[in-house]
T-cell receptor, first 113, second 111 residues
Framework: DSGVTQTPKHLITATGQRVTLRCSPRSGDLSVYWYQQSLDQGLQFLIQYYNGEERAKGNILERFSAQQFPDLHSELNLSSLELGDSALYFC????????????FGDGTRLSIL | GESVGLHLPTLSVQEGDNSIINCAYSNSASDYFIWYKQESGKGPQFIIDIRSNMDKRQGQRVTVLLNKTVKHLSLQIAATQPGDSAVYFCAEAQGAQKLVFGQGTRLTINP
């Protein structure tokens, strides 16, 4: 158990809809990262937050947004969903940012019908 | 462009043998590398990391080797067990903020 909690584990929805994925980092970790894992793209970094502030952005679509709250949990919002958004979405956390291990949750599997 | 890749997509080994999983990286400025293990239905699990000021680091049954000259990283697993079956990813830290992952190698253990 990594200590990172993601909910829900599975999500099935339709094109055009909006969903929110939630992540609780390990106790004491200030940085939260979001990744997308699909069969053809592997693990892709989306965005990082550190202590409530956005720190780095990767290949995150404009239809996607995230935030980190004062209690350090984070949410990833996906809107105007398309079939290609079907993937596993992982959250990871680390004590700070940078050159240290990131610990991953077990992900949310998003299926778009 | 900059990328992290793996030499082999699949690797089969006999139980009890040593496994070696390889990874090539292209960004000579990268200074931090991590190996993760991902089992089916689970998130990536941290195995071991290494900084660029080291050539070798050992953990429990695992060793990571870093060859900066040829930009190559390897993970050695000693006395491979059935529980080692998984997909293994190397990742490279760029800009001290994000990890860039390779495509992964599936390790299967033959009894």
């Amino acid at each position: 158990d990594s200590g990172v909690t993601q909910t829900p584990k599975h999500l099935i929805t339709a094109t055009g809809q909006r969903v929110t994925l939630r992540c609780s980092p390990r106790s004491g970790d200030l940085s939260v990262y979001w990744y997308q894992q699909s069969l053809d793209q592997g693990l892709q970094f989306l965005i990082q937050y550190y202590n409530g502030e956005e720190r780095a952005k990767g290949n995150i679509l404009e239809r996607f947004s995230a935030q980190q709250f004062p209690d350090l949990h984070s949410e990833l919002n996906l809107s105007s969903l398309e079939l290609g958004d079907s993937a596993l979405y992982f959250c990871a956390s680390s004590v700070e940012g940078g050159r240290q291990p990131q610990h991953f949750g077990d992900g949310t599997r998003l299926s778009i019908l | 462009g900059e990328s992290v890749g793996l030499h082999l997509p699949t690797l089969s080994v006999q139980e009890g043998d040593n496994s070696i999983i390889n990874c090539a990286y292209s960004n000579s400025a990268s200074d931090y590398f991590i190996w993760y293990k991902q089992e089916s239905g689970k998130g990536p699990q941290f195995i071991i990391d290494i900084r660029s000021n080291m050539d070798k680091r050992q953990g429990q049954r695992v060793t990571v080797l870093l060859n900066k000259t040829v930009k190559h990283l390897s993970l050695q697993i000693a006395a491979t067990q059935p529980g080692d079956s998984a997909v293994y990813f190397c990742a490279e830290a760029q800009g001290a903020q994000k990890l860039v992952f390779g495509q992964g190698t599936r390790l299967t253990i033959n009894p």
